[in-house]
C-alpha cells in the first residue's frame, strides 16, 4: 500500500507567532472581532479563517485536527477532550431516536456501556454482533440502521475487523461505517480501506505518555463541519472541547508516533513468539497462529508493524492476578488500565476494562478471567524483560 501516514504528518509545516518551530498556542477561550458582520457569518459558519470561541475551535485544535486528518488521510477532523467524547459525539451525530447501530460486540467497555445502557434512554437501539462474521453482520442490518461500528483491532480480544468487506456492507445498506482505531494508529488506515469515519482515543499511543485524556473524530470536511455546527453539532453541544493547552502538547507527542509504534511492535512481536513458545495462549495479530494475521497483513501500512498489544491466557483470575502484581513488584511494568506509554501496563480486562459486559456474554465472547492484556512497552532490552517474565512466571508456576 502507497499511504504513508507519518510522511503526512512530518510535511505540515506550522510556525509560531515569532517565528518559533511549534506553533503559538490560543491561550484565549473567546475571540475578538473588527466588525460585527463577520461575527455574525462566523456564527453561520461563513467565515473562514475566523475564530469565534474555543468550544467551537481554536487555532491550536484546528493544528492537531488537521496533523490527525493528515495521518488518517481525511479531508478534516476535530479534537475532543476525550475519545469517549468523540465517540458519543459521533454516534449521538448520525443516530437518533428509533434508530438502530450494528456494532462489533468486542469494543472498548465504555463504548459498550454507553450503547447498551445509555443510548437506549434516547431511543438508539443497537445489535451487538461477532464482527468477523460478515454474513452476521449483515443479516443485522435492519431498514432503521444508520451506523456500522467497530474496531479496527478490537479490545481486549484483539480481533481484527475486515475493514474493505464492512466498508462494502455499509456502502451497500447506506450505512456509515465508524472506525475506532485506537489500538492500531499508522499501522491500519481505516479511510483508505473505506472507513467513513475514524476515532481515535489519543490518551493511549497517539499521546503516548499517560498524561492527559483526549480524542478526535477524522471525517469528510461537511461531516466535521456539521459536528461544530453551533445549532445542531454535537462537538459543538455536548461540550466535550479539548483545551488548547493540551492539543498543543499532544501535537508534540504525535511528532514521535512512528518511531514509538515501530519500537512498541517490535517489542511486542518479540514478546508474543517467545510467550507462545512457553506454551502460553498468546494472542498477537503477528502471529500467524492469529486467525485474522493474514487479513491484518492485507491491511497494514507495514513499517509499523502488528501493534503494542497482546493477550496470554493463564487460566484462572488468581493466577493473572499473582503474576501481574509480581511483574510489577519487579518493575517489569505496571498493573494499571490502558495503553501505549513507554512502560509496559497489564490488567485483567475480565475485571476492570471490560468489566462493564456481563460475565455471560464475556465467556460467549472468549473474554476468560485468565486474561491479561499487555500494553507492551518501549524497553530498550526487550530479551532482558522476557527473561525476567519468564522468571516471574516460573516462580508462581504460571506456566
Ligand atoms: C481508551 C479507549 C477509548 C476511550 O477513550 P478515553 O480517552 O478514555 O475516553 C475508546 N476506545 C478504545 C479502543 C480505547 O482503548
Redesign the pocket.
Same mark, same amino acid.
Given at each position: 500500500m502507497s499511504f504513508k501516514p507519518a510522511n503526512n504528518i512530518q510535511d505540515l509545516q506550522y510556525f509560531g507567532e515569532f517565528g518559533g518551530v511549534n506553533p503559538s498556542i490560543s491561550d484565549s477561550s473567546t475571540y475578538t472581532f473588527l466588525s460585527a458582520k463577520t461575527m455574525f457569518d462566523t456564527f453561520e459558519g461563513n467565515a473562514e479563517g475566523c475564530y469565534l470561541y474555543s468550544r467551537h475551535s481554536s487555532p491550536s485544535n484546528l493544528y492537531l485536527g488537521q496533523a490527525l486528518a493528515s495521518m488518517e488521510g481525511t479531508e478534516a477532523a476535530t479534537v475532543t477532550a476525550?475519545?469517549?467524547?468523540a465517540?458519543t459525539a459521533v454516534l449521538m451525530q448520525l443516530c437518533g431516536s428509533g434508530e438502530h447501530i450494528v456494532s462489533s460486540r468486542t469494543i472498548?467497555g465504555? $463504548?459498550y456501556a454507553f450503547l447498551k445502557n445509555f443510548a437506549p434512554r434516547m431511543g438508539m437501539e443497537t445489535s451487538f454482533v461477532d464482527i468477523t462474521d460478515l454474513d452476521k453482520v449483515e443479516n443485522s442490518i435492519t431498514p432503521k440502521t444508520k451506523i456500522l461500528y467497530c474496531?479496527s483491532v478490537s479490545?481486549p480480544l484483539l480481533e481484527v475487523a475486515d475493514l474493505t468487506a464492512l466498508a462494502k456492507i455499509a456502502q451497500k445498506h447506506d450505512l456509515k461505517l465508524i472506525v475506532?482505531n $485506537?489500538?492500531s494508529p499508522l499501522s491500519i488506515s481505516p479511510k483508505i480501506l473505506g472507513a467513513d469515519v475514524v476515532i481515535h482515543?489519543?490518551?493511549?499511543f497517539i499521546n503516548g505518555s499517560s498524561d492527559t485524556?483526549?480524542?478526535v473524530v477524522c471525517g469528510s470536511q461537511e461531516f466535521i463541519d456539521s459536528l461544530r455546527n453551533v445549532n445542531d453539532g454535537a462537538a459543538m453541544l455536548l461540550g466535550s472541547t479539548m483545551d488548547s493547552l493540551r492539543s498543543a502538547s499532544i501535537l508534540k507527542n504525535l511528532r514521535t508516533l512512528h518511531i514509538r509504534m515501530q519500537q512498541h511492535s517490535k517489542n511486542a512481536l518479540y514478546l508474543a513468539e517467545q510467550f507462545e513458545n512457553l506454551g502460553l495462549k498468546t494472542v498477537y495479530p503477528g502471529l500467524k497462529s492469529h486467525a485474522s494475521h493474514e487479513l491484518f497483513k492485507s491491511m497494514m501500512n507495514k513499517a509499523y508493524g502488528y501493534g503494542g498489544m497482546l493477550t496470554i491466557d493463564v487460566g484462572s483470575l488468581e493466577k493473572a492476578n499473582a503474576l501481574m502484581e509480581l511483574m510489577q513488584e519487579r518493575n517489569l511494568g505496571y498493573l494499571a488500565v490502558?495503553?501505549g506509554f513507554y512502560k509496559t501496563l497489564f490488567s485483567a480486562p475480565g475485571s476492570s476494562t471490560s468489566s462493564e459486559i456481563p460475565e455471560e456474554e464475556q465467556k460467549e465472547m472468549g473474554l476468560s478471567e485468565g486474561l491479561i492484556r499487555f500494553s507492551i512497552g518501549l524497553d530498550a532490552d526487550i530479551e532482558r524483560t522476557f527473561q525476567r517474565m519468564h522468571q516471574a512466571m516460573k516462580d508462581l508456576n504460571v506456566l
Open positions: 476525550s475519545g469517549m467524547g465517540i472498548y465504555g $463504548t474496531e479490545n475506532d $485506537t489500538f482515543s489519543l490518551t493511549k485524556v483526549g480524542g490502558s495503553l
